[in-house]
């Protein structure tokens, strides 16, 4: 917990460098109030989603099948400041699915909590100097299932969590890609549960007997792209590479990638594609990915003219 408080007060003075320029951000209260008054300058997107899907047959079914039912949801929302050359940047993302197959126990098929949040501040043209902080993690304990439906724990809220910081420079040569370099982005790795490591022997990178790991040292790079190819089509990615200075290697750097597919059928009605695909070594020496298609009702706000 200190070392995490190190970083929070490390980016607040990050946050004060950047005001240095502008005569009415004195300090960070200033800055609070100033970003109170000028709603105006603030742009609000928020959607929720649900899809339910469900299968049944028969007993003397001949072409086979098992009965199911599965359920998702997804609530994602983005608040957004910018005046002059400062920016406040804030997105929010939660997931959570789930499926129940006939004789097999209710399992999750989708689990996410995701927020980050990000200073930046104009250095001309299409870059920016920034401080970023991201955070991610799950709802609910996550199991490996074996023979006859036994289950074993294998993650869980806070179990493990990532809370990662960037300070570097950021480029956005237009409003649908976004390049974050970061060559200081200390990262905090959480893993509350002590039984983890029994059936994860890697623990997620975290020492055994510790609840946390800290790496100091690290280079991060964030790139987002997000566009609206067709008027009933659109596409949300985002990639994050971790690589930790004190044990680089190849094999040793992170890779994650999300997309989203969303295509529009009517107003409220679309079909939604979610694939997430993720390398870190303190997780598994393979890839792994995630896929989901789903239909279903999809309800957005938003202020953006």
């Not at 000028?38 to 997107?45: L, P």
């Amino acid at each position: 917990m200190k070392n995490l408080f190190t970083i929070l007060i490390s980016l607040i003075f990050l946050n004060q460098a950047f005001s240095q320029d502008l005569d009415t951000l004195d300090t960070v209260d200033s800055l609070a109030q100033l970003i109170e008054k000028d709603t105006t300058y603030w742009t609000n997107e928020f959607s929720v989603g649900l899809n339910f899907n469900q299968a049944a047959f028969s007993g003397n079914w001949k072409a086979g099948g098992v009965n199911s039912i599965a359920f998702g949801s997804i609530a994602a929302g983005k608040a957004n400041y910018a005046k002059g050359k400062l920016s406040w940047d804030n997105q929010l993302e939660l997931m959570y699915g789930i499926v129940k197959n006939e004789g097999q126990q209710v399992r999750k098929s989708n689990d996410r909590i995701f927020f980050d949040s990000k200073v930046g501040y104009s250095a001309g043209g299409n870059w920016s100097y920034f401080g970023s902080l991201n955070f991610m993690t799950q709802f609910t304990d996550g199991f490996e299932y074996g023979p006859d439906d036994q289950r074993t724990l294998i993650s869980g809220f806070f179990a493990p969590a990532f809370l990662t910081s960037g300070i570097g420079m950021e480029y956005k040569p237009n409003k649908d890609f976004a390049l974050r370099i970061a060559p200081f982005s200390p990262r905090f790795t959480f893993v509350t549960d002590p039984t983890i490591i029994q059936n994860v022997p890697t623990n997620y990178g975290v020492p055994e007997g510790q609840t946390v790991r800290t790496e100091w040292l690290a280079l991060q790079l964030y790139a987002t792209y997000d566009k609206e190819i067709t008027e009933n089509l659109t596409i949300k990615s985002r990639y994050q590479m971790f690589a930790n200075y004190e044990t680089l290697a190849f094999k040793t750097i992170d890779h994650r990638l999300d997309v989203t597919l969303i295509a529009k059928i009517t107003r409220f009605v679309d079909v939604t594609f979610t694939s997430i695909n993720v390398y870190d070594f303190d997780m598994d020496p393979g890839i792994q990915y995630s896929q989901a298609l789903a239909l279903g009702i999809l309800y957005k706000v938003s202020n953006k003219k």
